[in-house]
């Protein structure tokens, strides 16, 4: 059985037994791909390069032949592995935007018995598709805001218990400065970070809060879509406050366990934007295992970038509320009890 669906109804449909094949190449598929797709190539990075290049300067008849070159001897293979795959025989095909490529292997699947859906337009229709929900749908944004070393991603993760979040800085791979990549795993694609983002939209209700941290619009390599930053500039904000003291002693909490070289090679990285001098100190402080004056430096510079974006923030509704003192968990609950007085 063959049958084209709309992204929409992959998206909202609930069969975990139905696997979706992305058949384009694996070059394609590592840039960037639906969540939970298997990558199923019909062509090889180089197969579709020289199918491509017949197109383009010779004709589509010459370049039709020649994929049927390359994919004639692998077609009882194909068929193989996605019984390895789905045993069940249920899977939904791909390509770029529902052409030559998923109509081909649609037809061979099916011919061999199994229930074959194909998205009609491709992974093209599965990014815009997306893009327009962000426009159209009335998410309820909340951000949470505050100086580098207010713990905000700890008290996010709190919120977590009660409410809807989205973790973009998980998603991200990074902690969003200079020194975020400390601790993590290589960062996504910004295809693949978009992607990710616009599956973990998937799973919430629009019509309840969705809490996110407030962030540039680059994190480390990353960028957050245009779609989403303009909802994130336009939603409340509540920036939670704490002593400089104690915002030292929550970053050296955080950051003294990871390798000193690393350390020292993210203070480098900012020498234009901290001052030679205060790099040098920095470093020699934590030669000496001195984290918490290395933590004071970085906090001099980050102080002012937040204010910098305090003062030019273009949320129509800025709460700042103390949590001096409260453990993530009680800052949380700190937050939800003050957002009655947000529209």
Avoid at 82 to 88: G, H, N, V
Avoid at 171 to 194: D, I, N, R
Avoid at 231 to 249: G, Q, T
Avoid at 296 to 306: E, N, Q, S, T, W
Wanted: net charge positive; proline share 4%; with cysteine.
């Amino acid at each position: 059985m063959l049958k084209t669906i709309t992204v929409k109804e992959w998206v909202t449909s609930n069969d975990p037994d139905r696997k979706l094949l992305d058949v384009r190449t694996p070059a394609e598929f590592d840039k960037g791909h639906i969540p939970g797709a298997i990558s199923f190539p019909l062509f090889s990075n180089e197969e579709r390069v020289k199918v491509g290049t017949l197109y383009k300067q010779v004709s589509p008849e010459s370049a039709l032949l020649k994929g049927l070159d390359f994919v004639g001897p692998k077609m009882s293979g194909f068929i193989k592995w996605a019984k390895k795959i789905s045993p069940e025989k249920k899977v939904c095909l791909h390509c770029w935007r529902g052409g030559k490529r998923s109509g081909s292997l649609s037809w061979l699947l099916s011919m061999a018995g199994f229930d074959v859906q194909v998205i009609q337009g491709g992974y093209k229709a599965y990014r815009q598709y997306h893009r327009k929900r962000l426009v159209d749908q009335p998410f309820q944004f909340f951000v949470l805001g505050g100086r580098t070393g207010c713990g905000k991603t700890a008290i996010l993760h709190a919120l977590a218990e009660q409410e809807q979040i989205i973790d973009l800085e998980g998603l991200a791979h990074h902690k969003g400065s200079a020194f975020g990549a400390l601790g993590e795993p290589p960062q996504p694609t910004v295809e693949q970070f978009e992607n990710n983002l616009f599956h973990d939209l998937e799973t919430k209700n629009i019509s309840q809060r969705i809490w996110i941290e407030n962030e540039s619009k680059s994190i480390g390599s990353v960028f957050i879509p245009q779609e989403f930053w303009s909802k994130m500039k336009a939603a409340p904000l509540i920036n939670v406050e704490r002593s400089f003291d104690e915002r030292v002693k929550i970053l050296v909490d955080v950051y003294a366990g990871y390798d000193l070289n690393g350390l020292k090679k993210s203070f480098i990285g900012i020498t234009k934007r901290l001052g030679g001098q205060h790099v040098k100190t920095a470093l020699e402080a934590l030669g000496n295992q001195d984290y918490s004056t290395a933590a004071a430096i970085a906090l001099g510079y980050y102080d002012k970038a937040y204010q910098y974006m305090l003062d030019n923030n273009s949320s129509p509704d800025i709460l700042i509320l103390d949590v001096e003192g409260l453990s993530a968990a009680e800052a949380a609950q700190k937050v939800l009890a003050q957002v009655v007085n947000v529209p």
